[in-house]
């Protein structure tokens, strides 16, 4: 059964730091592309951060360049996002998602953490 289980989010002030886990189980990680979106309220879901599956080429939206950092452990099955400088308007459901290597293949989602940066 394959798995998606985000862990990490919560309440955090303007300015504070938060780190996001997602453990995969269920397929080959090592073979997926992992990102993290985010949707807020009322909004369409965006996404945040890419890494390959080795790891070694990373990509960011606009908003979270120079905050965020996007990495994985294969041997974890785990991806992380780690968020620092966080602001008010990083408020969101964060969900990662797992990229097939073929086209046709499924993609895979986790069920969402809820990330609140206020004061």
């Known amino acids: 059964q394959v798995q998606l289980v985000e862990s990490g989010g919560g309440l955090v002030q303007p300015g504070g730091s938060l780190r996001l886990s997602c453990a995969a189980s269920?397929?080959?990680?090592?073979?997926?592309?992992m990102k993290w979106y985010r949707q807020a309220p009322g909004k369409e879901r965006d996404l945040v951060a890419t890494?390959?599956?080795?790891?070694?080429?990373?990509n960011y939206a606009d908003s979270v360049k120079g905050r965020f950092t996007i990495s994985r452990d294969n041997a974890k099955n785990t991806v992380y996002l780690q968020m620092n400088s966080l602001k008010p308007e990083d408020t969101a459901v964060y969900y990662c998602?797992?990229?097939?290597?073929?086209?046709?293949?499924?993609?895979?989602w986790g069920q969402g953490t809820q990330v609140t940066v206020s004061s």
């Open positions: 890494i390959t599956r080795r790891g070694d080429s990373t």
């Open positions: 998602n797992a990229v097939p290597p073929l086209t046709g293949w499924e993609h895979y």
């Open positions: 269920g397929f080959t990680f090592s073979n997926y592309l």
